[in-house]
Nanobody, 122 residues
Framework: QVQLVESGGGLVQAGGSLRLSCAASGRTLSSWNMAWFRQAPGKEREFVAAISRSVSTYYADSVKERFTISTDNAKKKVYLQMNSLKPEDTAVYYC????????????????WGQGTQVTVSS
């Protein structure tokens, strides 16, 4: 089992950067595939990025070349570096952990954080 707590959200102007953090407690981080999802107002939750236990990374087309997912196993943290932010990146961002195959589907992730709000102004 793992508990996840996100931080680092906030208000930023378009073109700016933010780094989200997800602190994990419980089993070692290398036991999990980790992912970030986001949910904008009135929209369904969508996949943003994932990093597998073998440290392969996956990104949604909408964030490729702008966002980077990484982990620090010693600190049990997962990061999402977000650059060149756009107003359409505004959403609540969720960290998730899964023990099976890494996919872009929410159903592959068993544990979720409470989310952190990211607002990008134009």
């Amino acid at each position: 089992q793992v508990q996840l707590v996100e931080s680092g959200g906030g208000l930023v102007q378009a073109g700016g950067s933010l780094r989200l953090s997800c602190a994990a407690s419980g089993r070692t981080l290398s036991s999990w595939n980790m992912a970030w999802f986001r949910q904008a107002p009135g929209k369904e939750r969508e996949f943003v990025a994932a990093i597998s236990r073998s440290v392969s990374t996956y990104y949604a087309d909408s964030v490729k070349e702008r966002f980077t997912i990484s982990t620090d196993n010693a600190k049990k943290k997962v990061y999402l570096q977000m650059n060149s932010l756009k107003p359409e990146d505004t959403a609540v961002y969720y960290c998730a952990a899964g023990g099976g195959v890494v996919t872009t589907s929410q159903s592959s992730y068993d544990y979720w954080g409470q989310g952190t709000q990211v607002t990008v102004s134009s």
